[in-house]
């Protein structure tokens, strides 16, 4: 079947330019997720969703990142007033048990985000 | 800041030849994961080994976990061109996936 779909692939944006980035994660999966990852590093932390709560945003870097599912399927990314240093790839996964039983997590190709 | 340490950071190995990742972590997990990412693509899921287990084998790969020195290492055997990827462990806590910053595995066929 279909795996996680991210969209737009690439963004670029101007600093201070909002952005929003979408998931579609596997049809039926309770869990996702969303992580950073900068150049050269492992992909961080930054929410996770079960079905349309939110359960942990913890890792969000700050006020100007948001996220929400709200019918428990497509999940969405906003930044607001963009700074170049959020320019990254944002990763989202998806799983099938609920949070938080930690089981394989499917991940998509990413969005490669860059702030000029 | 990322709980879990690959090391090393980069390796180059001739086709054919074994391949050892080793990951370090800090805190209790229920289990860990080790993902490959190849350049500008999304991670895959390698292999899943639990807290109580101590060795996992999948194809050419081998995964130990040793909890008392919280550490993993991954064992590729035979390896490929096609395994020139980066390879990141992943810790999970209350459904907190956290990575370290990967092993950079180049195969030289």
């Known amino acids: 079947g279909a795996g996680v779909s991210q969209s737009p692939r690439y963004k670029v944006a101007k600093r201070g330019q909002d952005v929003a980035l979408r998931c579609d994660p596997i049809s039926g999966h309770v869990s996702l997720f969303w992580y950073q990852q900068a150049l050269g590093q492992g992909p961080e932390f930054l929410t996770y969703?079960?079905?349309?709560?939110?359960?942990?945003k913890s890792g969000l870097p700050s006020d100007r990142f948001f996220a929400e599912r709200p019918e428990g399927s497509v999940s969405t990314l906003k930044i607001q007033r963009t700074q170049q240093e959020d320019s990254a790839v944002y990763l989202c996964a998806s799983s099938s048990y609920r949070a938080p039983v930690s089981e394989t997590q499917y991940f998509g190709p990413g969005t490669r985000l860059l702030v000029l | 800041s990322q709980q879990g340490e690959e090391d090393p950071q980069a390796l180059s190995i001739q086709e054919g030849e074994n391949a050892t990742m080793n990951c370090s972590y800090k805190?209790?997990?229920?289990?860990l994961q080790w993902y490959r990412q190849n350049s500008g693509r999304g991670l895959v899921h390698l292999i899943l080994i639990r807290s109580n287990e101590r060795e996992k084998h999948s194809g050419r790969l081998r995964v130990t976990l040793d909890t008392s020195k919280k550490s993993s290492s991954l064992l590729i055997t035979a390896s490929r061109a096609a395994d020139t990827a980066s390879y990141f462990c992943a810790t999970t806590n209350a459904g907190k996936s956290t990575f370290g910053d990967g092993t950079t595995l180049t195969v030289k066929p």
């Open positions: 969703f079960q079905n349309e709560a939110q359960l942990d």
């Open positions: 805190t209790s997990i229920n289990n």
